[in-house]
């Protein structure tokens, strides 16, 4: 099962960590509680840790969020730019038109509003926050 579903490709930089810091991150990913919390890789942990920082740092990216039966617009804060989210029903998916994506950052602070997440959840929605990629033996 497929659950990233990109239309365009993105780029992933590589990020060093430090030698004993990187160490320290390898074996605690090994950890069942490092898998109940869905890091399976330095980079998901990294991802959110980065995430977590930002939202704590730079403050809120996105602000003025209005809903219509069809789709969502979010205000970006940095780039005063308009967003639209679009409620697709027939995949019970939610697709960015901005990006292009069914799962970057814009559609990820829709599934953060608890009653959002609440919403589309009853709708059948699936939250991409919550998927834990698992490697098949």
Known sequence: MELT??????????VK???PLNDLLSEWLKTDYAKSLGFHSKASFITQAARELLLKYRGPHFI??????THYTLDDNLTTQKVK???NNTESSLECSSCD???CNHI??????????SDLT???F???????LQSQP
Do not use: H
Not at 64 to 69: E, S
Not at 108 to 113: A, C, H, R
Not at 126 to 132: A, E, F, G, S
């Open 5 to 14: 579903r990109r239309r365009k490709s993105s780029i992933q930089p590589a």
């Open 17 to 19: 960590i430090d030698g």
């Open 64 to 69: 003025g969020v209005q809903k219509c039966k």
């Open 85 to 87: 989210i679009v409620i």
């Open 101 to 103: 994506s069914f799962n």
């Open 108 to 117: 990820f602070f829709i599934w953060s509003i608890p009653q959002e997440e």
């Open 122 to 124: 009853k709708m059948g």
């Open 126 to 132: 699936l939250n991409p926050l919550n998927y834990v």
